[in-house]
């Protein structure tokens, strides 16, 4: 295999096995997999951010994030039933294979940001694509600055699905992860919370809709705002074409 | 460089037949249009035919072609996956300047990024290409106006250049040399590059008056793509021309995208397809679900000009991705191929520029 990505799996897909499979929502599930090949298994390094194409056989292909963490994290996939591959997958049980290929896209790009603050944010089960990254991020929280995650769900349950268990638990943070609840009325306020001098500048990644980008614009001041250099996967409507 | 009799074209390419597929261009026994196609008897190879209807991306990416099968049974949950076995190196001749840009192109997406294409390296594998200068333009031509001919610039083993009976045969690898010491050929002097220049600098003069039909000045439109300089409703004018037939896509040489499905058979096995797609085809940007974020057709139509013509592809493939062949615009139903959208644009500058 040639490429920067010497352990990507390219074209053919390689076999795993479901090892359980969990009910988070309605109509989501995450199912952890393993390879069935140890070596493969060795050979498969993600970084924060990126994406697989998951084959359930007989049924098809899709793409799909990845929400773990690259370190210390069970490899899984948590997947909405939306089509006709998703609900096969669905269909699975612990035991059953799948074929994985990949990991396809870019990562976020963690060492550009070593010492800044990190916003994300996210709406719905757009949150499970940065999940891996703020893993990541809590797993090193000695290299940002202030992590903030503004996240709008449609219920309590969903907004706690995401980051239940693991490594991103609340709990499993050591309560370094603590929820606040901030009205539209408030959302200035609460950016001059804590004075200009604890807050260095801000990089935000984001994943979703681009109202998001909106919702970053308010919540940051303007000399905040992510510049044309900063990490915005998918904004740009060149990147999205193709 | 060499010499090569037009007469002796037959026993190069039955040369090139003992270890490769043959590809080239041929015409029906009822004439009509050139295609490219799989040559299994080498005097059908037609090198003085015009330029082909398709280009010989199919060659390398076809149409629609299997890529893997598997099996997967529930009960005992054995799966296995079986890619297909390696395809017999193939001879591409008399491929045009155009087309083999295109194929370069094709090479920058599948092999030259951040990923190898398994299944198009093969096809690609150990291939000879012999190149055919376009010593005069057809009417359709603009490759003078997007850098990709009338003659071979890069990747070919030999390029041809047709000068009366004979063609000037110039090595671009030793493959080529040695299929040249191989055949024989005499060597054609230290006049030759120089009169390649004449008979090259002669065909690019020739398309004033003889490559009639289009005419795409492209650099100022690139700017302009590049930069969304261009005004919604001009794209909702191209949009509203477009059939979303696909055949644009179909017949360009460098439109490299695909989709994947995989077809059920019985037992738990299945075959996995990969086949040509469109960004005309409303179902191209359709998700899980039917969300679909480009439904209307003039979101998908100026896509398909930012992917050709803008800068941020440029830097993709090294070039702009028209190879100006002039198939799109023959195909087109809609009178929306290439050169004429790229008027359209020119002349929403032009209006711009007398406010």
């Known amino acids: 295999m040639s490429g920067p990505h010497p352990g990507a799996i390219v074209t053919v897909p390689e076999i795993a096995v479901i090892d359980e499979v969990r009910e988070e929502i309605e109509d989501v599930r995450t199912f952890h997999f393993s390879f069935e090949d140890p070596a493969v298994a060795e050979r498969f390094r993600i970084r924060s951010g990126q994406f697989v194409m998951c084959t359930v056989f007989g049924a098809g292909e899709f793409a799909v994030s990845l929400p773990f963490s690259p370190e210390g994290d069970r490899p899984h996939l948590s997947v909405r039933q939306v089509g006709k591959v998703t609900r096969a997958l669905h269909e699975l049980r612990a035991g059953d294979k799948i074929g994985i290929r990949g ?4 990562g976020f790009p963690f060492e550009a940001i070593k010492g800044k603050n990190v916003v994300y944010v996210a709406g719905g089960i757009g949150l499970i694509p940065l999940r891996s990254s703020i893993v990541h991020v809590l797993q090193h929280r000695k290299d940002f600055g202030r992590i903030v995650l503004i996240y709008g769900s449609r219920s309590s349950k969903e907004r706690d699905g995401p980051l239940r268990g693991g490594p991103g638990d609340r709990a499993g943070a050591g309560g370094r992860v603590r929820p606040a609840r901030v009205g539209a009325g408030e959302q200035r306020q609460a950016q001059g919370r804590g004075g200009q001098g604890d807050r260095g500048p ?8 681009s109202s998001s980008r909106a919702i970053i614009g308010s919540l940051l001041a303007p000399d905040e705002l992510p510049g044309q250099d900063d990490h915005f996967p998918n904004i740009d409507d060149e990147q999205r074409g193709q | 460089m060499y010499i090569l009799p037009k007469t002796q074209v037959r026993e190069m ?7 490769h597929e043959l590809y080239g261009p041929v015409v029906g026994p009822d004439g009509g249009e050139p295609m490219f196609e799989r040559i299994d008897d080498p005097a059908a190879l037609r090198l003085d035919a015009a330029i082909p209807y398709n280009p010989p991306k199919h060659v390398v990416f076809p149409q629609s072609e299997r890529i893997m099968s598997y099996r997967y049974d529930r009960e005992s949950r054995e799966a296995s996956i079986v890619r297909d076995d390696l395809v017999k190196p193939k001879a591409l001749i008399g491929i045009r300047a155009c087309d083999l840009t295109g194929l370069l192109c094709l090479d920058r997406f599948f092999l030259g990024q951040e990923y190898v294409d398994e299944v198009y390296r093969d096809h690609r594998r150990k291939m000879f290409i012999v190149a055919n200068t376009c010593v005069r333009p057809f009417p359709q031509c603009f490759c003078v106006c997007t850098d990709s001919g009338p003659a071979p610039q890069e990747g070919y083993d030999v390029a041809l250049t047709a000068v009366g009976d004979r063609y000037l045969y110039e090595a671009g ?29 002669a065909s690019i003069a020739r398309f004033d008056a003889e490559a009639t039909e289009n ?14 300089f261009i005004a919604n409703d001009v794209w909702e004018y191209i949009g509203d021309q477009c059939f979303e037939c696909g055949a644009c896509s179909f017949v ?6 695909f989709n994947v499905e995989d077809v059920a058979g019985p037992g738990g096995r299945a075959d996995r397809l990969r086949a040509w797609d469109s ?6 940007t359709r998700m899980a679900g039917d969300h679909n974020p480009r439904k209307p057709v003039e979101d998908r139509r100026n896509k398909r000009f930012f992917c050709k013509l803008s800068y941020s592809q440029s830097k993709k493939y090294l070039r702009p991705g028209c190879v100006g062949c002039g198939r799109c615009v023959r195909v087109c139903p809609g009178d929306i191929g290439m050169s004429n959208v790229v008027t359209y644009i020119r002349r929403e500058i032009t209006k711009a520029g007398a406010k």
Do not use: Q
């Open chain 2, 13 to 19: 390419a039955a040369a090139l037949a003992a270890e």
């Open chain 2, 173 to 201: 690898t030793a493959k080529g040399e040695a299929l040249a010491r191989r055949l024989g050929l005499e060597d054609a002097g230290p006049d030759a590059a120089a009169l390649k220049k004449r008979t090259v600098d």
């Open chain 2, 215 to 228: 005419k795409a000045w492209i650099s100022r439109v690139m700017n302009r793509i590049t930069m969304g």
């Open chain 1, 103 to 106: 990991p396809f896209g870019n």
């Open chain 1, 202 to 209: 801000f990089r935000a990644c984001r994943h979703g809709r």
């Open chain 2, 252 to 257: 360009c040489p460098t439109c490299s995208c």
């Open chain 2, 279 to 284: 960004c005309s085809f409303e179902g191209y």
